[in-house]
């Protein structure tokens, strides 16, 4: 019915909102037919939210530190870092469409820049890496390139397994939205949320298998603080509930 309104009155306004973007309590109630408003209390939003991680000061500071150089530096992976945050700050929000594009722009950003480094492990020159990234089809990156490189089944058929369950779940997901104008719902973005961190995970199983081959392209992937979680260095306070 909102869709339909919005469309017919020619107001981009009208539109479905997620629970996301109501505020952390709201009233909750009812209009009766007289036009009265009868209030029915109050209500938590978002008991779900993440928590944030508890760190020192220094901590903090040594993070940023390393994350500034990253970004001044244009160090590998931080555009995918950025792209996935994004990603996960649109899924949370309720904007299933933007998360799934974000998550997928991610995902070719990450791929793409494995490459690179890989290929700058086998001695190649910067110029050419530079060339063949231009050129190579996204496809055939994931199909022959990486699967060279890496090992691992890469077999975009089998949904059982993190490329094939990222190609199904994402990459197509993605398609199906900018190509035929689907309108995905949460659950979507879900699955395109646990396609990503899928490929991610078995990107990194990956490196580790092969990291005596391509060590520098391990290395970045692996090492670099801004593309891991912080790890709480300070003591939590006791609540009464804790034992």
Avoid: C
Wanted: overall charge negative.
């Amino acid at each position: 019915f909102l869709a339909s309104y919005g469309i017919a009155r020619w107001d981009n306004s009208m539109r479905q909102i997620s629970s996301r973007e109501l505020r952390p309590v709201i009233m909750i109630g009812r209009l009766n037919l007289e036009n009265h408003w009868e209030e029915r209390g109050l209500m938590l939003m978002h008991a779900d939210a993440r928590e944030r991680v508890p760190i020192s000061v220094a901590a903090i500071e040594a993070r940023v530190s390393d994350t500034v150089e990253a970004l001044l530096d244009r160090k590998p992976f931080v555009n995918t870092i950025q792209w996935q945050a994004r990603a996960e700050r649109r899924k949370y929000e309720g904007d299933s469409a933007d998360a799934i594009v974000s998550f997928q722009v991610a995902a070719e950003t990450l791929l793409y820049e494995l490459w690179a480094l890989l290929l700058r492990d086998t001695g190649m020159a910067e110029a050419e890496i530079d060339e063949r990234r231009t050129q190579m089809p996204f496809a055939s990156l994931i199909k022959r390139e990486l699967a060279q490189h890496l090992g691992g089944s890469w077999d975009l058929t089998d949904l059982g397994r993190p490329v094939g369950h990222y190609w199904a779940n994402l990459y197509l997901l993605r398609n199906k939205i900018t190509h035929g104008g689907y309108l995905p719902h949460d659950g979507d973005a879900e699955s395109a949320e646990s396609a990503y961190f899928g490929l991610d995970e078995f990107l990194d199983d990956r490196l580790k298998a092969v990291s005596s081959s391509y060590p520098g392209a391990s290395a970045a992937k692996l090492t670099a603080s801004y593309l891991q979680p912080p790890i709480s260095d300070v003591e939590r306070p006791l609540v009464a509930d804790d034992s």
